[in-house]
């Protein structure tokens, strides 16, 4: 249904939030974000977002300043690090003459790629549908000619009430199939329950380790990367932590911020895993400038799903980056409150092991005597 990127895109790149805090770090971000998506930056236009001219969202200074770089690196793409309103993509469509795309179309686009099962597919094909319904009014008649790349997809305004109900369609036909899917895990989930397994879900910012952390765990081979998003579907397996403790643990997708709604809803499925886990492993790349917002936005993504009030163990990844040493924090009560290893060295994987352990234990008593 969609025309899937070609690979070798050039674009320019869009950030004005010049001044905010973090703003380095979240360009940073931006531009690895772009790259995931296996496009070019080619050049980044830096400003602050204009309030006289909500329209174009850049004023039109900016917007010429953008259409210069256009033309000077010959671009098709520019890629704002935004949310942009269908009308805001037209208008700074037909100013610089080029495919405008905003960051929740770069997004999709990069999990579009990624997803590698069935029902990891189903989910980012309705995201995707669920976010251009709402583009649909705008013409696309301007860039008809055009082709490839990522976020085009260009039916004419003739095609317009055609492609709805098309959309509508399909759109019924995937909720169906994921429902199946739904209930095919709820079935397993129930087993599980039924048998009293303990169960872990690993989360945390993308990037962070946690598929690291879930091999070098489980000496199995999970999808790792030094990419965003490099892992889309759960993937669980039982894990023995001693003689007498085993878990059922998951690898699950990563989180960002500006996490588009449309995705997290429809990763509903995935994060199944997480809302009925025990506890989780909330994994946190110690070193990332950025990782206090990190674990807010996880914590975010998390409340959005129901899976606020799981108990969380801290995870602080990347000792080795920093030659830190591998610890078990704990709190005044003597409670964990956060391990610090090293995922891919599997320092300190000894003492996760025993803190899960721990929090196990905690967990039955709580059940126990309520
Ligand atoms: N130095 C160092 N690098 C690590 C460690 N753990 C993971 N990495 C690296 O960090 C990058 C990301 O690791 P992944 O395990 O794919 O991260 P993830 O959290 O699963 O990422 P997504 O699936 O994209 O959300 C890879 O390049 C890893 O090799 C660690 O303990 N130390
Ligand atoms: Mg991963």
């Known amino acids: 249904m969609f025309e899937r990127h070609q690979g070798g895109d050039t674009a320019i790149l869009v950030c004005l939030d010049f001044g905010e805090p973090d703003y380095r770090d979240g360009l940073e971000e931006f531009v690895q974000l772009v790259q995931s998506a296996g496009v070019d930056p080619q050049a980044v236009i830096e400003g602050k977002r204009s309030r006289p001219d909500p329209a174009y969202f850049a004023g039109t200074g900016k917007v010429e300043e953008i259409a210069a770089a256009v033309r000077a690196n010959d671009v098709p793409l520019v890629i704002f690090n935004h949310l942009l309103s269908p009308a805001q993509e037209r208008n700074l469509e037909r100013a610089l003459s080029c495919r405008v795309i905003d960051r929740t179309t770069l997004i999709l686009d990069i999990f579009a790629q990624r997803a590698r099962t069935a029902e990891g597919k189903l989910q980012v094909e309705l995201a995707q549908l669920a976010h251009i319904q709402t583009r649909l009014v705008r013409g696309w008649t301007h860039l008809e000619r055009q082709k490839g790349g990522i976020g085009l997809r260009g039916p004419g305004e003739t095609q317009l009430e055609t492609d709805r109900r098309l959309i509508g369609a399909r759109v019924k036909r995937l909720k169906d199939q994921l429902a199946t899917v739904q209930r ?187």
């Open 184 to 370: 095919q895990r709820a079935t397993q989930r129930r087993a599980r329950e039924r048998s009293g397994q303990f169960t872990i879900s690993i989360v945390g910012y993308t990037n962070a380790g946690k598929s690291t952390l879930f091999n070098t765990l489980n000496k199995a081979k999970s999808y790792t990367a030094d990419q965003l998003f490099a892992t889309l579907d759960t993937t669980s397996r039982k894990l023995f932590l001693d003689e007498t403790h085993s878990v059922v643990i998951s690898d699950t997708v990563g989180f960002i911020r500006q996490l588009p709604h449309t995705l997290v809803a429809a990763f509903r499925a995935t994060l199944e895993e997480t809302i009925h886990a025990d506890l989780l492993l909330h994994v946190v790349d110690i070193n990332h400038p950025l990782r206090d917002m990190q674990i807010g936005e996880v914590n975010k993504v998390l409340t959005e799903i129901g899976a606020e009030r799981i108990t969380q163990l801290m995870v602080w990844n990347k000792i080795d980056l920093k030659g830190l040493p591998a610890d078990v924090e704990r709190d005044e009560y003597g409670r964990i409150r956060a391990v610090r290893v090293s995922a891919i060295n599997a320092e300190g994987l000894d003492l996760l092991r025993g803190a899960m352990v721990e929090a196990m234990s905690k967990n039955t008593e709580e059940n126990t005597n309520p």
